[in-house]
């Protein structure tokens, strides 16, 4: 995992006016309503559904996915999907640009999120995160066979788990190079000849009249101004989400070669 990217200076937040106001309170209420509701829903079932199957979760996926295509909807937000999800055991791995990529990647297919263990301690988010089965991970080299063993766990147990190999979110107009550690996980003697690693591009078009970064979130920007800038804008933009082929991780000869086919991947679907 890497330290938070600077870049540029961010742009200002987009200006509020008195629209931009009333669209805080409809669209941010109407998101608020999804998750009070849709929550304590989830955490309701979950024991159930870890007294019955254990590890797998036939039911509480579905609610996450729902609130997602929800607030996606209730946020304006367009979703184009291009290629498609795999549907075997696997994972995936995306570049990372805002916040919202919790959203747009719920909404458009069934997974957890590994994330590293700061997040769990983030108001909100990390309350979120936790309840919606997110895989914490730590910057201490003491803790990588212990994680490698929970990746082996959910994975087999059917989860696919989604990566952010930059370790940091961007602008979204660029892809940093990947870091690998993670992707030791997946040459493990239990899953090397049984799974596919699946490489995500996200692309995000800033609405009319916005810089091309609007929503990107990096460097020293807070959550509460860019939330409150995105929910503000009368018109939003779109986001492409593009699944290229999986590959097989048996392919591969290490954790090196297999990041760099995931990037040079993600990284072709951000070309002209």
Known sequence: MSSTWYGDKPPAPHRLDAMGIVLIVVRGGHIIALLVVGFPLLLILRP???????????????????????????????LEMRGAPMTGAGAYVANHVSWLDIFVLNACKRLYFVAKSDVARWPGIGWLARGTGTVFVERRRGAASSQTRVFEDRLRAGHRLLFFPEGTSTDGLQVLPFKTTLFEAFFSDRLRDALHVQPVSLIYHAPDAQDARFYGWWGDMELGPSILSILSVRRQGRVEIIYHPPVAVADFADRKALARHAEDAVRSGLSP
């Not at 559904?49 to 367009?78: D, K």
């Open 48 to 78: 159930v559904e870890r007294a019955v199957w254990g590890l797998v979760r036939p039911i509480t996926p579905h609610i996450t996915q729902f609130v997602c295509r929800q607030a996606c909807r209730a946020l304006g937000l367009n």
